[in-house]
């Protein structure tokens, strides 16, 4: 079975600050993606990085970076000097590909932030 | 216009309604989703639904129905709404292309039962 923790449900950290979002993933296949999204107070969720089992390259973007690590099972979000306007609720999810795959993202709790001025 | 497009946005019904929750799509997707959010337990799946004569159970599909009236439409139906379906409801499509590998969102439906 695939399996999403996101062990934080709320952070609080003052504007600037660097801030990192845990995500811890279990699953048995070999090929998979992972995913984060934003939702902002408005509802939508906003699709923020794809990253495939194959790729262990970590990523950023602007003031965001992406860690993921294989050995841990975990891919973990950084957001660098973080603003008001990242408040949000984060997500990280899990879709498994292969023979018989429903294609469903499998979800975690998802951890809010509050970016405080 | 958006690619997958929930109606009606917001809505709210009284315990015992009938209540359909669309969902239409421009992507060309074969595959559609419902899911449910609530606070604290992220978003779980309903149904979904790999063409028209396919449809299957998600995690939590008790007290919901659906309809994929098209390879563009599909519908959740509530046959009769309690309180506790009070949520945000979204839909999706995927692509599993190479290198295309994603899922398209609504703007979810925020349901209240009252």
């Known amino acids: 079975a695939q399996k999403v923790t996101q062990a934080?449900?709320?952070?609080?950290?003052?504007?600037?600050?660097?801030?990192?979002?845990?995500?811890?993933?279990?699953?048995?296949?070999?090929?998979?993606?992972?995913?984060?999204?934003?939702?902002?107070?408005?509802?939508?969720?906003?699709?923020?990085?794809?990253?495939?089992?194959?790729?262990?390259?970590?990523?950023?973007?602007?003031?965001?970076?992406?860690?993921?690590?294989?050995?841990?099972?975990?891919f973990n979000f950084t957001i660098t000097a973080s603003?008001?306007?990242?408040?949000?609720?984060?997500?990280?999810?899990?879709?498994v590909y292969g023979s018989g795959n429903t294609g469903k993202l499998i979800f975690g709790q998802g951890t809010t932030l509050q970016v405080k001025p | 216009d958006a690619d997958v497009t929930q109606t009606p946005r917001n809505r709210i019904t009284k315990t015992g309604k009938r209540i359909m929750l669309e969902c239409s799509q421009t992507k060309g997707h074969d595959r559609m989703y419902w899911y449910r959010q609530d606070p604290g337990l992220g978003l779980r799946l309903i149904y979904y639904s790999f063409?028209?004569?396919?449809?299957?159970?998600?995690?939590?599909?008790?007290?919901?129905?659906?309809?994929?009236?098209?390879?563009?439409?599909f519908s959740l139906s509530l046959e009769s709404a309690i309180p506790n379906q009070t949520a945000l409801y979204f839909c999706a499509t995927s692509d599993f292309r190479q290198g295309a590998y994603g899922y398209t969102f609504g703007s979810g439906t925020r349901l209240t039962v009252v």
């Open chain 1, 83 to 95: 603003q008001v306007v990242d408040s949000a609720v984060y997500f990280c999810a899990l879709s």
């Open chain 2, 51 to 73: 063409d028209v004569k396919d449809i299957n159970k998600g995690e939590i599909s008790d007290g919901y129905s659906v309809s994929r009236q098209a390879q563009a439409k």
């Open chain 1, 8 to 74: 934080q449900t709320e952070i609080s950290v003052v504007e600037k600050e660097d801030v990192t979002l845990d995500c811890v993933y279990e699953t048995r296949d070999t090929t998979y993606y992972l995913f984060w999204y934003k939702q902002p107070p408005s509802g939508e969720l906003v699709f923020l990085i794809r990253r495939n089992s194959f790729d262990e390259q970590n990523e950023i973007s602007g003031r965001y970076s992406w860690n993921f690590q294989k050995s841990t099972s975990s």
